[in-house]
C-alpha cells in the first residue's frame, strides 16, 4: 500500500502541472482566437484553409501588438493617442474606466514604472506573523496630509491565487526588502511556501 500511495503521488506530481498548464494554455489560445472575429468571413483562416487550427488568433493579435505599438511609437502616433485621451475623458461613466485601467497599465506595462519591482517581508495580518508582499509604489493624494513618516504602498498576494489580495499602506521601515526577484517570490506566494527560491533542487541531493 505504501508503494501504491508513493506512485499514485508521483504521478500526481507529473500530471497535475502538465494538465493546468495545457487547460490554461488552451484558455488563452481561445480566447485570443476570438480576434479572428474582427477580420471579414471570406478572410478567416478557417474558411480559407476549411479547417480550424487554434493559434491563428495569437498571431493576429501580436500583429495588432505590434502594429499599433509601431504607430504610436512616433510623433503623429503619440498625438493621436492624446486625441484620443482627451474624447474619451469628455464621456461620462466611460472616462472614469478608462482613466483607471489605464492608470493601472502605464504603471505595470511602463517600463520606467516601479510596481511590483521589488518584494518585501512585511508583518501581516498581524505583528509576528509575516508574509510576502510587492511595493507598488508611494502613498498619494490627501492621503499623504495623515500619514507621518515614510511610507510605501504594498499589495499583498493570497495564496495560490495572486490575483486577490489586499493593498496596504506601511512604514517603510517595516518593509524588509528580500534579495529575490518578483518571480522568485511569487512562485514561493502560490506554491503556498513549498518552491523555495535559492533551495535546491531534488536531482541535486
Known amino acids: 500500500m505504501s508503494a501504491l500511495r508513493k506512485w499514485f503521488v508521483a504521478g500526481l506530481l507529473v500530471i497535475v502541472p502538465v494538465a493546468i498548464t495545457i487547460a490554461v494554455l488552451q484558455w488563452i489560445i481561445g480566447t485570443l482566437d476570438q480576434t479572428l472575429l474582427i477580420l471579414p468571413e471570406s478572410w478567416r483562416p478557417d474558411r480559407l484553409i476549411g479547417v480550424h487550427i487554434p493559434g491563428f488568433g495569437v498571431l493576429l493579435t501580436l500583429a495588432i501588438l505590434l502594429v499599433v505599438g509601431a504607430v504610436v511609437s512616433n510623433f503623429l502616433g503619440k498625438k493621436l493617442v492624446t486625441w484620443g485621451d482627451t474624447l474619451v475623458s469628455r464621456i461620462p461613466v466611460v472616462r472614469s474606466i478608462y482613466s483607471s485601467v489605464k492608470q493601472v497599465s502605464d504603471t505595470l506595462f511602463s517600463p520606467s514604472g516601479n510596481a511590483f519591482r521589488t518584494a518585501v517581508?512585511?508583518?501581516?495580518?498581524?505583528?509576528?506573523?509575516?508574509?510576502?508582499?510587492?511595493?507598488?509604489?508611494?502613498?498619494?493624494?490627501?492621503?499623504?496630509?495623515?500619514?507621518?513618516?515614510?511610507?510605501?504602498?504594498?499589495?499583498?498576494?493570497?495564496?495560490?491565487?495572486?490575483?486577490?489580495?489586499?493593498?496596504?499602506?506601511?512604514?517603510?521601515?517595516?518593509?524588509?526588502?528580500?534579495?529575490?526577484?518578483?518571480?522568485?517570490?511569487?512562485?514561493?506566494?502560490?506554491?503556498?511556501?513549498?518552491?523555495?527560491?535559492?533551495?535546491?533542487?531534488?536531482?541535486n541531493r
Open 121 to 203: 517581508l512585511v508583518q501581516w495580518p498581524r505583528p509576528e506573523v509575516w508574509t510576502i508582499g510587492f511595493v507598488t509604489g508611494t502613498p498619494g493624494g490627501d492621503v499623504t496630509n495623515y500619514l507621518v513618516g515614510d511610507y510605501l504602498s504594498v499589495y499583498v498576494p493570497t495564496t495560490p491565487n495572486p490575483t486577490g489580495g489586499y493593498f496596504v499602506m506601511l512604514r517603510k521601515s517595516d518593509c524588509v526588502e528580500l534579495k529575490m526577484s518578483v518571480d522568485e517570490a511569487l512562485k514561493y506566494v502560490i506554491s503556498m511556501g513549498v518552491v523555495v527560491p535559492g533551495a535546491p533542487s531534488n536531482n
